[in-house]
């Protein structure tokens, strides 16, 4: 059910955050949808908001890049133990587009660097709990 948590994910994001500041969605998925996830994808880069698809192990790259804003912001691996390899790719594509979308970048950033890399590293302990249950 991809398309529904991008659909649920975009609602929350789009009723908080920042005004001014890139909105992004990073999917880290290790399968396939059940669902569509064109349109809601669709939907959602329309209304400006950057869209990062990470597949780990039975991933669909064909799905990966119809979510994603773009290829550079694809990024794969084999197991979910590989995922730090991938963290810089990730988040120097995500920084990238927010430069060139003028934002005053500097400080937002860092900041957003930090928060992404807390997450990732959150979100690697808890893969790796649910991989050992």
Do not use: H, W
């Not at 955050?17 to 990073?26: E, F, P």
């Not at 120097?92 to 997450?119: P, S």
Request: glycine share 8%; net charge neutral.
């Amino acid at each position: 059910m991809t398309g529904e948590a991008l659909t649920r994910v975009y609602r929350d994001l789009a009723n908080g955050g920042r005004k001014g500041v890139q909105k992004v969605i990073i999917l880290v998925t290790d399968g396939q949808a059940s669902d569509n996830v064109q349109i809601p994808s669709q939907n959602i880069k329309s209304n400006n908001v950057l869209i990062s698809a990470v597949g780990v192990a039975n991933y669909n790259l064909d799905q990966l890049n119809e979510i994603a804003t773009g290829s550079k912001f694809v990024a794969t691996v084999k197991q979910f133990d590989a995922m730090n390899s991938i963290r810089d790719k990730v988040l120097k594509a995500v920084c990238q587009a927010q430069q060139k979308r003028g934002q005053d970048t500097d400080q937002e950033i860092n900041n957003g660097l930090q928060y992404l890399k807390r997450m990732l590293g959150a979100l690697e302990d808890e893969l790796e709990q649910e991989t050992r249950k």
